[in-house]
């Protein structure tokens, strides 16, 4: 099986390819430079050249304010025309998509219980537009899918709210987190894994919610973040504190069920976090480690 990577430049595009390479999976990884996905033809020649099996696109532009102003065009670009472009040049050459997709498809207003995937969509914000949009492409163009949709990405290969607060807390003693944003956090390596194991087990195609278990808002995921520092962060509200161009959906948990009916275990976004900073803490070791030591 060989994979085509996109978005080796973001958080998660990274986590894959490090998955597959574990793996022992063959794949070809592609930033922005090896392929434009906002190139319809320079799509199509590349991806008949390489003929690829699998593509897990994790190409994004997630701006979410700047969307709402001076990022809208590249948002629009990147978010759907790219996605589109992917999608027909899979078709043309019978390769599988695995599209990343985003929790701000949904405006958070749901009355009871978490989002299914066959909830109506309504997104608020100018990206959860484009996202939308984005698996509207995946949807019309091909059969063989998967669009999985997360929320509150963090990882170690890349900005995130995990990454802020740790950083904030080296030489800020206020440290504002908003209450009243509810979600679930999800840790790029179990969203690799997740994807990978949709292609391996030969998943049913279609739209699958998939974050770690659990809910919280963003104060809570800080205090969770902070506990072994000396750093303590203040509850806000959004709108009184934090005041964003791009609205945010209040309350967007996705519910695990299909995912977890196709025998994947999903462990709770703590746990997560937790072998996530342990990783942190390999890697800082070994980015001590002099070069020429190293073999």
């Known amino acids: 099986m060989l994979t085509l990577v996109t978005g080796i ?28 996905i906002t190139d319809k033809d320079e799509v199509e020649e590349f991806l008949k050249d390489i003929k690829p099996d699998v593509i897990f696109h994790c190409e994004d532009y997630t701006g979410v304010d700047a969307a709402e102003g001076s990022g809208k065009e590249k948002n629009y670009l990147i978010n759907e025309i790219g ?41 608020i914000n100018e990206f959860g537009k484009a996202k939308l949009l984005g698996e509207k492409a995946i949807q019309n163009e091909l059969s063989d899918f998967y669009i999985v949709r997360s929320s509150w990405i963090f ?78 962060p203040t509850p806000v509200n959004s709108a009184k504190f934090l005041p964003q161009l791009a609205k945010r959906p209040e309350n967007s948990a996705l519910d695990l069920s299909k995912a977890k009916a196709t025998g994947f275990n999903i462990i709770s976004w703590q746990d997560a976090l937790a072998e996530m900073m342990k990783d942190a803490v390999l890697l800082e070791k070994v980015e001590e480690i002099p070069s020429e030591t190293l073999v």
């Open 9 to 36: 430049g973001n958080q998660l595009g990274v986590e894959v390819c490090l998955l597959l390479h574990e793996k022992g999976i063959d794949f070809i990884p592609t930033d922005r430079i090896i392929l434009d």
């Open 155 to 232: 990882g170690n290969y890349g900005k995130n709210f995990v990454d802020d607060m740790l950083t904030l807390s080296i030489d800020f003693d206020f440290l504002p987190a908003v209450v009243d944003e509810i979600s679930s956090p999800t840790w790029t390596r179990n969203i690799a894994e997740f994807m990978l194991h949709l292609i391996e087990n030969d998943c049913e195609y279609g739209i699958y919610h998939f974050s770690n278990e659990g809910t919280c808002n963003h104060f809570e995921f800080a205090m969770e973040i902070l506990k072994e520092t000396e750093a303590t």
């Open 83 to 123: 996605t589109r472009n992917i999608a027909e040049g899979a078709k043309s050459i019978n390769a599988k998509v695995v599209y990343i997709s985003s929790d701000y498809v949904f405006d958070g207003t749901k009355s009871s219980g978490k989002y299914l995937e066959t909830d109506e969509s309504r997104p």
